[in-house]
């Protein structure tokens, strides 16, 4: 199986930049389809972005479509999300995610394997 661990979180003004990584280990990254969720305590995890195993297809939630970015590179077992604009309801914990499915998903429970999260604080 494959082991995830995030970086990258921190503490960031509204309409900065921040990019995640998720650093993939155990097997090699193009085995899987890779999404980006985030979880607000008591809320339900949250779809934010996915991408096919060659990363030729990109999917996002409405609301970072246009200011949120996910790629990946194979060779180096990473996944990325770049995130541009950032806003004050941005500020939870992000996870990435590995699916063994054919196709990216929305939904949490296409996803086997998941990181630990890292956190993302953005102030007004």
């Known amino acids: 199986q494959v082991q995830l661990v995030e970086s990258g979180g921190g503490l960031v003004q509204a309409g900065d930049s921040l990019t995640l990584s998720c650093a993939a280990s155990?097997?090699?990254?193009?085995?899987?389809?890779m999404g980006w969720f985030r979880q607000v305590p008591g809320k339900e995890r949250e779809f934010v972005a996915a991408?096919?195993?060659?990363?030729?297809?990109?999917y996002y939630a409405d609301s970072v479509k246009g200011r949120f970015t996910i790629s990946r590179d194979n060779a180096k077992n990473t996944v990325y999300l770049q995130m541009n604009s950032l806003k004050p309801e941005a500020t939870t914990v992000y996870y990435c995610?590995?699916?063994?499915?054919?196709?990216?998903?929305?939904?949490?429970?296409?996803?086997?394997?998941w990181g630990q999260g890292t956190p993302v604080t953005v102030s007004s």
């Open positions: 995610a590995a699916a063994r499915a054919n196709l990216p998903s929305a939904q949490d429970y296409a996803y086997d394997y």
């Open positions: 991408t096919t195993r060659n990363g030729g297809n990109t």
């Open positions: 155990g097997r090699p990254l193009s085995m899987y389809i």
